[in-house]
């Protein structure tokens, strides 16, 4: 079966360092990839998406993803975090034949420290 | 404007009353989704709808039903709502054959007692 998995509940960076939250996924073909962003008491929001092509996708606010079919993996990144990232990430899957239905992954809660 | 409301967003039932969580949106778009949230387990797909009455049980129906009567308009229905339905509940949209790029209501927290 096809699932999502983020291995950090929780991260706790410092306010200018660099960042990278951990996606795995299972599914036997290659999937579309998503982040989705959560701001406290909000619903959530696109950051960035992979369909196919170039590995490294750019996302809003400077975050990129970069998809590795070998390790089946859809990492975050971003090179200084703000104290306004603080929030909770969610990878999340699509197949192409399953019309929009989203596999997520459990979220990575995102602390800055200043 | 580009945006899924979703009312109330806040709700308090005792264990046995009914709950109807309403959702709007102003996109046109054919997709509606269903989301609960839960500590630790993410998102999960309650129900999808691709149109009008064209609704789809998602991965955790039970318990639930739906209602789309106009496209802009999705219900979540709880008919006697249990203790283990508290949980925040998300409304989405997205355009038909839409491959995950939705838009998300700002959530509904439901407290069965």
């Known amino acids: 079966a096809q699932s999502v998995t983020q291995p950090d509940a929780r991260v706790t960076v410092s306010e200018g360092a660099s960042l990278q939250l951990r996606c795995k996924y299972s599914?036997?073909?290659?999937?579309?990839l998503f982040w989705y962003v959560q701001y406290p008491r909000q619903g959530l929001q696109l950051l960035l998406k992979y369909y196919s092509g170039d590995p490294v996708v750019q996302g809003v606010n400077s975050f990129e993803a970069e998809f590795s079919k070998s390790n089946s993996s859809f990492h975050l990144q971003k090179a200084s975090v703000h104290w306004s990232d603080s929030a909770v990430y969610f990878c999340a899957l699509s197949m192409y034949y399953n019309q929009g239905k989203l596999i997520f992954g459990q979220g990575t809660k995102l602390s800055i420290k200043p | 404007d580009m945006k899924v409301t979703q009312m109330p967003r806040y709700l308090i039932k005792r264990m046995g009353e009914n709950v109807l969580l309403e959702c709007g949106q102003d996109m046109s778009h054919e997709t509606m989704y269903w989301y609960r949230q839960d500590p630790g387990l993410g998102l999960q797909l309650i129900y999808i709808?691709?149109?009008?009455?064209?609704?789809s049980e998602g991965d955790i129906p039970k318990g639930y039903r739906v209602s789309r009567k106009k496209r802009e308009h999705f219900s979540l229905i709880l008919d006697s709502a249990k203790t283990n339905q508290t949980s925040v509940y998300f409304c989405?949209?997205?355009?038909?054959?839409?491959?995950?790029?939705?838009?998300f209501g700002e959530g509904s927290k439901l407290t069965v007692l």
């Open positions: 599914y036997s073909a290659t999937p579309y």
């Open positions: 709808s691709y149109d009008v009455d064209s609704n």
């Open positions: 989405a949209s997205s355009l038909a054959g839409n491959t995950g790029q939705l838009y």
